[in-house]
């Protein structure tokens, strides 16, 4: 098993900056992929970006690229996810998610989720 935590969410003013971060701990060598996803009131959860913790090869959603910035700290099993200027259809609730590639979290192959973090954003 692998757990997931989420921090950093909260209140951010539109086209300010916030980042938010995801632990990871238990087996987490097996999974290579980590990243996230999200969900807004009333829509479906949707990918973000993802990263590979062992050669960095990031992937991400056209409508934050340019603005969001998906990193890791394999030392300390950390991802973390940028989110500059920010919009106001950027607020939902953020979920980390792991699997075995990058290839299988786009492919909806999620292994393990974090219980969310809520970002709003305000104009």
């Known amino acids: 098993q692998v757990q997931l935590v989420e921090s950093g969410g909260g209140l951010v003013q539109a086209g300010g900056s916030l980042r938010l971060s995801c632990t990871a701990s238990?087996?987490?060598?097996?999974?290579?992929?980590i990243g996230w996803f999200r969900q807004a009131p009333g829509k479906e959860r949707e990918f973000v970006a993802t990263?590979?913790?062992?050669?960095?090869?990031?992937y991400y959603v056209d409508s934050v690229k340019g603005r969001f910035t998906i990193s890791k700290d394999n030392a300390k099993n950390t991802v973390y996810l940028q989110m500059n200027n920010p919009k106001r259809e950027d607020t939902a609730v953020y979920y980390c998610a792991a699997g075995s590639s990058i290839a299988t979290i786009l492919r909806g192959g999620v292994r393990y989720w974090g219980k969310g973090t809520l970002v709003t954003v305000s104009s």
């Open positions: 238990g087996r987490t060598f097996s999974t290579d992929a």
């Open positions: 990263i590979s913790w062992s050669n960095g090869n990031t």
